[in-house]
């Protein structure tokens, strides 16, 4: 058995039972719990039952909706929850056994507890941040520890934004509508698409003779039409490219280099 | 670019209903694969919704011109296909928030959008898309769950996946919130590769080595598609299984050669 306790500068103004139906907070009197406040929306929030779970949803309300203190647009309620709408507080009981000896023992330090479900879950907003926070400051403390575990990949690879550098195709002989290009794109093509950065001219030009991927400061160009070469080698698959690499593509030569 | 293309659901072995869903448009070279999560059929309902309003988001008249904004670098059929999940997460959450019964529904999402051989790529939850590429196969999106986050995080191993009591604790799904954050990537194909988009349900019973073997040893992609919905049944189907194969064809030449080398 669930309830809400209505408060407000700890008065308690009444309770109401939260049961299989649903429950609506707001101004209006069609509301299941009518608080009669300018700072309360007419249809504020509500709260309804899903499986096991009470689920409390802010309905866009004006002024928010909090949950011991922080904003949620939705949260799955437990108890003792402090639901702040405008200057009124709603608490939230339930009283079931298992629930009860879960809130005394508490979430345990080491590994964030949420329920075990057969499906698949979503963290709500405020829990997800809580987790998250909690996840970057257990990264970090590992990392600050002496001897601890090697810096994990991801991590060692992120770089300052500001710092990347652009790759950067001179013309270095062919007919091209620019001198150099800047690879800023996530992908450039060369070819005669109209989407192409490097756009080739001429009957027998394919449409897309390659791609330019780019990550960071790392440029692969994938060979999809033509007869590329790179360094007079023919490209026959994938290639990093590298600072100086000489580019021959349909009739244009191209020197790719790393510039900032 | 001609594309081959497979495509299989299945409920599974645990579940009653397949949540799943997914749109596999190869004159479009549009591909999409949703993974439902919500009581009482609403997640049916979300991944539906979500694979109708993605394609008739596309479908509908490109706006004019540039898409306006920053872009990224990323290009505009890059980023029409994440405003579309967009678009969707709007419409489900709407919904969500009208109907008590459907209220908290949600869906994955993975969507490949191919042309001028690049193949736009953008999810959101933890469906999966993988390109196999000179017979290696190469993860191309990373999970938003909190498994993943925490194998990032350098505080759980990869093997240890699989038993975290948290294995299906999602960050990010379509319906959940108003607006929701895309994550999108682009890849060229090459004649010869292999795109494969998949839910959970497989990629949970199968690993990425049985993925790339499969695709290996069958390589026309509604076969390898039977395969693997038939090897996540057999490994205990926890889940509804989902998978689309787009097979990348060369010109006649080509494939006689792939044929040959094969």
Not at chain 1, 11 to 30: C, N, Y
Not at chain 1, 175 to 184: F, H, I, P
Not at chain 2, 34 to 63: F, K
Not at chain 2, 249 to 254: D, M, P, S
């Amino acid at each position: 058995m669930a309830k809400l306790i209505l408060k407000y500068e700890d008065r308690v103004l009444k309770e109401v039972p939260v049961a299989t139906g649903i429950v609506k907070i707001g101004r209006t009197p069609d509301n299941t719990v009518v608080i009669d406040n300018p700072a309360v929306s007419s249809h504020h929030a509500r709260i309804f039952r899903d499986a096991d779970n009470f689920i409390l949803e802010d309905l866009q309300s004006t002024n928010g909706t909090l949950v011991n203190g922080q904003l949620v647009s939705r949260h799955t309620l437990k108890n003792g929850d402090a639901i702040g709408i405008g200057k009124h507080t709603l608490v939230f009981q339930r009283a079931d056994k298992e629930e009860v000896a879960a809130a005394e023992s508490g979430p345990s330090a080491e590994e964030p507890v949420l329920p075990e479900l057969g499906g698949t879950v979503f963290l709500d907003t405020k829990a997800q941040r809580d987790l998250m926070a909690k996840i970057t400051a257990q990264a970090a403390e590992q990392k600050a520890a002496p001897g601890a575990a090697p810096v994990p990949k991801a991590a060692a690879m992120v770089q300052p934004a500001a710092a990347a550098r652009v790759g950067v195709l001179a013309v270095l002989a062919g007919k091209a509508d620019q001198s150099e290009y800047r690879l800023e794109a996530a992908t450039s093509i060369i070819g005669k698409s109209d989407t192409a950065t490097i756009k080739l001219k001429g009957w027998f030009k394919p449409k897309v003779a390659a791609t330019i991927t780019r990550k960071g400061e790392t440029y692969v160009i994938t060979p999809l039409g033509g007869s590329p070469q790179v360094n007079k080698q023919p490209l026959k698959d994938r290639y990093e490219l590298k600072d100086d690499d000489i580019l021959e593509i349909s009739g244009l030569t191209l020197q790719f280099s790393l510039k900032g | 670019m001609r594309l081959r293309v497979g495509a299989a659901t299945d409920v599974g072995q645990k579940r009653s209903l397949n949540e799943d869903a997914y749109a596999s448009n190869p004159a479009r070279g549009l591909f999409v694969v949703c993974d439902g999560m919500g009581g009482a059929a609403a997640g049916e309902v979300a991944s539906q919704m979500a694979i109708e309003t993605i394609q008739s988001y596309l479908n509908g008249t490109p706006p004019s011109g540039k898409p306006g904004g920053d872009t990224g670098g990323y290009m505009e059929r890059t980023v029409r296909l994440a405003e579309a999940i967009r678009a969707s997460n709007r419409a489900i959450y709407e919904r969500a928030q009208e109907d008590r019964k459907k209220a908290g529904m949600g869906t994955t999402v993975v969507g490949a959008w191919i042309g001028d051989s690049i193949a736009s790529i953008a999810h959101v939850g933890d469906s999966r898309a993988y390109l196999w590429h000179q017979q290696k196969l190469e993860p191309i999106t990373e999970d938003h769950s909190l498994v993943q986050a925490q194998v990032k995080a350098g505080l759980l191993r990869a093997d240890q996946v699989e038993e975290s009591k948290q294995r299906s604790v999602l960050l990010r799904a379509l319906g959940q919130e108003p607006s929701v954050e895309v994550d999108v990537s682009e890849i060229p194909l090459r004649p010869g590769d292999y795109l494969l988009l998949c839910s959970d349900g497989l990629t949970r019973v199968v690993t990425d080595a049985g993925l790339a073997r499969a695709i290996d040893t069958l390589r026309e992609p509604q076969r390898i598609c039977d395969y693997l919905i038939e090897t996540a049944n057999h490994n205990g189907g926890p889940d509804n299984i989902t998978v689309v194969v787009v097979y990348v064809a060369g010109t006649f030449w080509q494939e006689v050669w792939n044929w040959l080398r094969g």
